[in-house]
């Protein structure tokens, strides 16, 4: 079964402005892309941008605040501002069907020290439902995603099994996983035992190989067998790309040409 990466254009082809990363993932043989933050353009500028390259949006993030602020990791959990987080998530909602876009990411967010886990937590599931109830008069699916304790300590989800367990809380078809390989290894490792564990449940993925945070094959992680059991299993989703070239985008592109089968 051949597999389907999309460009993630936060990291890949930064060689070039925002703007002209399209014709570059294209270029290159990408048909679909995925970013964080679609919020500082346009949606209608971003929209003949994706159909002059002739791509697909897969995925955008809901807003997060700036590095070294309280919700620059997302606003889910935050129980004080709840109404900014209900704005991001309407935002993100409509920047997403003004795109195209599949999968909205709702970001978990960090823990405020003064708040407790379980304040947080009861915050993230109220807050996740309520954005299940948006989408539902959309056509875009919502995406969770646990992310490492080292690079985001303190972030609300703290494994694949507690995401799980919340998207099965809600209940909901627009709520489903988003498996990133690089954050499940750090953490957790076993990835094609925890992939065959959530599969049913999985909606996107996400690769980058650690610790380096590298394309595939520059790391630690034995990519072959695990796209095999991701080709075998009968996914048919996008695999994004959401990481920092060693030495350039298109020269560390050989990779996927390699896994794609």
Known sequence: ?????????????????????????????????????????????????????????????????????????GLACIPEVVDEYRDGVLRGLEYATALGASFLHVVGGIIPDDVSRDLAFATYITNIAWAAEQAKTTGVRLLLETQNKRNAPGFILESQAQ?????????????GLLLDFYHAQIDEGDLISTYERFKDLILHIQVADPPARHEPGTGEINWGPLFSAVAASGYAGWIGCEYEPANGTAEGLGWMKEYAR
Do not use: H
Not at 164 to 169: D, G, W
């Open 163 to 175: 995401a799980a367990a919340v998207v099965e809380a809600i209940g909901s078809s627009r709520v």
């Open 1 to 73: 079964m051949t597999l389907r990466f999309d460009a993630n254009l936060k990291w890949l082809f930064t060689e070039y402005e925002f703007e002209a990363r399209f014709d570059a993932a294209s270029a290159a043989g990408f048909r679909g892309v995925e970013y964080a933050s679609p919020y500082p353009y346009e949606a209608a500028q971003l929209k003949r941008l994706l159909d002059d390259a002739g791509l697909e949006q897969v995925l955008i993030n809901t807003p997060m605040g700036e590095p070294g602020t309280l919700t620059r990791q």
